[in-house]
């Protein structure tokens, strides 16, 4: 079984039946990352020069033929970060900054050998968030990022002009001790394991046949 199907108790996550206050126990301090602020940029770059690196397999036979590209990772590369707080708006900060997003590129070389190669593609992103203000432990700027690029043409050896569809959310963030309102542990229930049942209607079988 799983939290979402099994017969839901208290102590299992889902939807509240009833009172929300019925239950809660304790006050509960965990240690989670706490959003300040966010805001989420999708935007088409298009004829975007990629440089290729770290072919697999080596010494590709050129010219290549693209295939595909997509990011690697969900965590951007945050550089060049300037924030600049505005007079006007006291909460609220002008937030600069590069965001690198690390992709894998698919390729075909002239051997038609298909190969993978590394590349980065650089964003930059120019945005009005809320900062907290100085504390003993700081704020970070992330970003969280997912792109592909869905077209692609050989630019030289090395490089390549495509097409990338490009989510970023950009965050404001801080690891803290978190106060929150707790039902307790979390009830477990067990696994349910999977089987195709193949023998099922075998040993649904009477050991033993059955009197008429």
């Known amino acids: 079984m799983s939290f979402f199907n099994c017969n839901r108790g208290e102590l299992t996550p889902g939807t509240i039946q009833g009172n929300p206050l019925h239950g809660l126990c304790e006050k509960v301090c965990i240690q989670v990352k706490k959003v300040f602020d966010a805001c989420i940029q999708q935007v088409q770059e298009d004829d975007l020069t990629i440089t290729l690196?770290?072919?697999?397999?080596?010494?590709?036979?050129?010219?290549?033929?693209?295939?595909?590209?997509?990011s690697i990772t969900t965590r951007g590369i945050v550089t060049n970060l300037t924030v600049t707080r505005l007079p006007e708006r006291p909460r609220f900060a002008r937030v600069r900054a590069l965001v690198n997003i690390p992709m894998e590129v698919i390729y075909v070389?002239?051997?038609?050998?298909?190969?993978?190669a590394d590349a980065v593609?650089?964003?930059?992103?120019?945005?009005i968030l809320t900062v907290p203000h100085q504390s003993i432990i700081p704020y970070e700027?992330?970003?969280?990022v997912?792109?592909?690029?869905?077209?692609?043409?050989p630019a030289g050896n090395f490089q390549m002009n495509v097409t990338?569809?490009?989510?970023?959310i950009i965050?404001?963030?801080?690891?803290?001790?978190?106060?929150?309102?707790?039902?307790g542990y979390c009830c477990i229930p067990e696994c349910e394991e999977f089987s195709e049942n193949i023998c099922s209607s075998f040993f649904e079988l009477p050991l033993y046949p059955q009197s008429e």
């Open 53 to 70: 690196s770290n072919f697999m397999p080596s010494n590709p036979a050129f010219p290549l033929t693209f295939v595909s590209a997509r």
């Open 109 to 116: 070389d002239a051997n038609n050998v298909e190969g993978r």
């Open 164 to 168: 990338a569809c490009i989510t970023i």
């Open 146 to 153: 997912s792109a592909i690029c869905p077209e692609g043409t």
């Open 121 to 127: 593609i650089g964003i930059t992103v120019d945005v």
């Open 141 to 144: 700027v992330e970003a969280v």
């Open 171 to 183: 965050k404001i963030t801080i690891e803290t001790e978190l106060l929150v309102p707790s039902y």
